[in-house]
């Protein structure tokens, strides 16, 4: 008989809505959480520093208390672990020696122990694995801040693997983020060093997001949606995306297909294997700008963890638990960004996006000027390789125009920024020399018309052959 869970048929519109509980409103027991908090970080940082005083070989007593912190996110649990795992992503936000030390938060985080995940596969699917998987391995593959991943065998054979999370994380994610967000602001009041890098809207950030990362089903439905569109215009064949097996899923566990292979970042393995860096990275990016540039849906959380180079050859996306929505005028910016740094360097398509926006208050120059002064800012920037001037920044600049006048931007820009931090970081190992701005392949589907242009101007150009 064929084991059917609970969403066997698909999650309900109930299953997918996201409840996201207040972050700056404390309850009666949160301040007891925040003394251990406090007394938590305090002792952990005073003893690496005095580490430091006995050692003195460091020059800078920074990294010292930098590694204080991450030991005292180890201690608080998953919430901080993941805080960590935040500020390691975004080194340009924070100072250098908080984000290296923070690298331990991506690899060193300790798994629940067998009869937790039995017991969470039971409330989730309403048995435990032995009698719904033909094996289980109690061994995680890998483990994370809000669940781990275990090898299973379906009973028809299909190698797959069962995404866990941790029991209770959500009420223990809730309670944590509200004590951090409460115990950095103390901290930004009163020390300058600390509020000069706002670390609270780091914490904003992540509880945006981490509660839609909770709900199971909703990632499910976004991996198993990227991966139906993945081959809509009958390309993008060398990515992959794993199955959804929703046959096994439930509230608290995602079944997909196992996939085999190493993470992007390490850098020495893939050029052992001989793999063109830039045509790896340029499928990958290609299928990025498709989804976000054509759907308003991207991928929010291309650590290396969640972009595999596979064994046959193929770039493979997984975790789908952070995306992003970019829709309306600020898409069609994005759109016309795309094409003027890709095709003819036309500025002036730009400047009716920012009027719209309210980026450029009435009265302030003509079209043509303001053009002129978009080209100034942003030209440098769509010409350069990945590994030059950071692209990630070019998001950055709107968003620090949207500020400067007072528009209301999507937080998603912020994650489209994010992305693409992450993708200069692979370039500058992987292809150095790639332009992203000037791969016409990336425009293949976005702007067919103008890419066969392209193409046909390319063709016309070549010398013919003797």
Known sequence: MTFRGPYADGPSAADLRVESPPLKKLTWRDPGRMVVVLATLTFHVLLQ????????????????????????????GPTFVKLGQVIASSPGLFPKPLADAAMRCLYAVKPIGIEQVRQVIVESLGAPPEQIFKSFDPEPLSAASIGQVHACVLPDGREAVLKVQRPNISR???TDLRVAYATIRLL?????????????????DLHSVTFQELNSALEAKRQHEFREHLHDFGDNHDVAVPEIYWDYCGPQVICMERMYGIPLDEF??????????????????????ESAL???????DLHAGNLWLLDDGRMCYLDFGIMGEVEGPWRELMKDMFYTGMFDADFGRMVPHYRALGMIPEGIGTDEEIAMRLQL???????????GISLGKTIGLVLD?????????????VLVSKQFLYFERYSKELAPDWVIFGD?????????????????????????SP
């Open 294 to 300: 054509l759907r308003g849906v991207f991928h929010g």
């Open 188 to 204: 930004e009041r009163l020390f300058e060093n600390i509020r000069v890098m706002k670390p609270s809207a780091a914490v904003a």
């Open 377 to 387: 800012i942003f030209g440098p920037i769509l010409q350069s390789g990945m590994a």
């Open 401 to 413: 125009m949207a500020k400067q006048y007072q528009v209301d931007s999507p937080q998603e820009l």
């Open 49 to 76: 520093l005095a580490k430091w005083l006995v050692r003195r070989g460091e020059k800078n007593w920074k990294a010292a208390a930098s590694r204080g912190v991450v030991d005292a996110f180890e201690r608080l």
């Open 172 to 174: 223990t994610m809730a």
């Open 268 to 289: 020495a393995e893939i050029k052992e294997r001989d793999v063109d860096g830039a045509e790896l990275l340029r499928r990958g990016v290609k299928v990025w700008v």
């Open 440 to 464: 016409v392949a990336l425009a293949k589907n976005v702007f067919p018309e103008r890419y066969q242009a392209a193409m046909a101007e390319l063709e016309a150009a070549e010398p013919a």
